[in-house]
C-alpha cells in the first residue's frame, strides 16, 4: 500500500481508503459480521483512512463501524465522520452549533471512541447561507480545542462551494465526489487552490456512482440518458477486451500524486481485498487512452446535484 501526505494534517494516510456508507445498508442489505469483517480486512491491506457519516443509513454505518473499531489499536487507523446532515431529507440537515456539538458526541459514543480525527462539514451547499462560517465552523473548532476531533474539513459537490470556503486556509481537508474519474477530471481546477492554502485533498466515488460499473448507476443517478449510454459504451468495450472497466476507473483515480486518498465504498472484505489488488498492478496506458477516446463526448459535462443524490 503506497501513502500520502494529506494536507497540514500532517498524516500519510493510504491511497486507498474505506468508505464505510455501505455498512449502513444505501446500497442494499448488510451482513453485520461480513461488514466487521471488511473494515478489519482494511487494516490488515494496510488502510489506515475510514470514512463515514451519520447520514448512512441513519447511523448504522457509525454504529458497525463502531463494533469493528473496538477490536482494533487506535494507532491503526485514521477516522473521519461528519456533522451536518443526518438521514435522507431536507428535515435532516442541522448545521446549526448545538446540533453539530450534539452530533460530535452521538458519533463517538456511537464509533466507541475518545476523539475524532476528522470531522467534516457534510455537503456544505445545503447549508444556510452565513450559517457554516457563523455556526458550524466555530463550533467545530471549540470541539478541536478540548480535544474531541483533531482536524476539520468539509464535503460537498460543487467546486466553486468548496473553493469559497477553502478561500482563507483555515480548513485541514477537502473532500469531493464524482470531480476525479474517468468521466470528470475538473477537481484538478481546484489542485493549486487548495495546495497553496496546504489542504489536503478526499477523492470520492471514482465509479462515478455506478457510471463505470457493469451494474450500472442506480436509478435515483442524475445522469441523463445519452450519458449513460457512453459510460455503457466504455463498459462494453472494456468487455469484449476482457478488461474491467472498474480496475481501470480505480487506477486512473488512485494516480493523481495531488489527491492524497480516493474512497472506494463496501461492505464485501471479497471486493476490497480486489480492490486493493488492482492498485498494486500498473494501469494500461493502451487501454485508458482508448476508454478515454470513448468517454470524451461527455468528460466534465456537469450533471445537477442535489439533496437525493448527494452521498
Not at 468508505?19 to 445498508?25: E, N, V
Not at 458497525?64 to 443526518?86: D, H, N, S, W
Request: with cysteine; charged share 25%; glycine share 8%.
Amino acid at each position: 500500500m503506497k501513502y500520502r501526505l494529506l494536507g497540514k494534517t500532517g498524516w500519510k494516510v493510504s491511497v486507498l481508503g474505506l468508505g464505510a456508507s455501505p455498512l449502513g445498508g444505501a446500497f442494499g442489505p448488510v451482513d453485520e459480521k461480513e461488514g466487521i469483517r471488511t473494515v478489519k480486512t482494511a487494516i490488515d491491506l494496510g488502510i489506515n483512512f475510514i470514512d463515514v457519516s451519520p447520514h448512512s443509513g441513519s447511523t448504522r454505518a457509525e454504529s458497525i463501524l463502531g463494533k469493528a473499531l473496538r477490536e482494533i489499536p487506535r494507532e491503526k487507523f485514521l477516522l473521519a465522520t461528519k456533522v451536518g446532515r443526518y438521514g435522507p431529507g431536507a428535515k435532516d440537515l442541522d448545521y446549526s452549533a448545538s446540533r453539530v456539538i450534539a452530533g460530535v458526541d452521538e458519533s463517538l459514543k456511537r464509533l466507541k471512541l475518545s476523539h475524532i480525527d476528522l470531522i467534516q462539514c457534510h455537503d456544505i451547499e445545503f447549508a444556510p447561507p452565513g450559517m457554516l462560517a457563523e455556526e458550524t465552523l466555530p463550533a467545530l473548532q471549540k470541539l478541536k480545542a478540548i480535544g474531541k476531533v483533531r482536524h476539520i474539513g468539509i464535503t460537498g459537490f460543487p467546486l466553486e462551494a468548496l473553493k469559497k470556503a477553502t478561500e482563507k486556509g483555515t480548513l485541514d481537508t477537502v473532500q469531493s465526489y464524482c470531480h476525479y474519474c474517468l468521466t470528470d477530471i475538473t477537481l484538478v481546477r481546484l489542485v493549486q487552490h487548495l495546495k497553496t492554502r496546504n489542504v489536503g485533498i478526499i477523492n470520492a466515488s471514482p465509479f462515478a456512482m455506478g457510471l463505470l460499473t457493469p451494474k450500472g448507476p442506480p436509478v435515483w443517478h442524475p445522469a441523463p440518458a445519452d450519458y449513460r449510454d457512453v459510460c455503457a459504451a466504455a463498459v462494453e468495450h472494456c468487455r469484449k477486451r476482457r478488461r474491467e472497466l472498474p480496475k481501470l476507473a480505480l487506477q486512473f483515480a488512485t494516480s493523481n500524486r495531488d489527491i492524497a486518498t480516493t474512497l472506494v465504498g463496501t461492505s464485501s472484505a471479497k471486493k476490497l481485498k480486489q480492490d486493493v489488488a488492482w492498485i498494486e498492478e500498473p494501469i494500461e496506458e493502451g487501454l485508458l487512452a482508448e476508454v478515454q477516446q470513448v468517454l470524451k463526448p461527455i468528460l466534465n459535462r456537469p450533471w445537477a446535484g442535489s439533496l437525493e443524490t448527494a452521498p
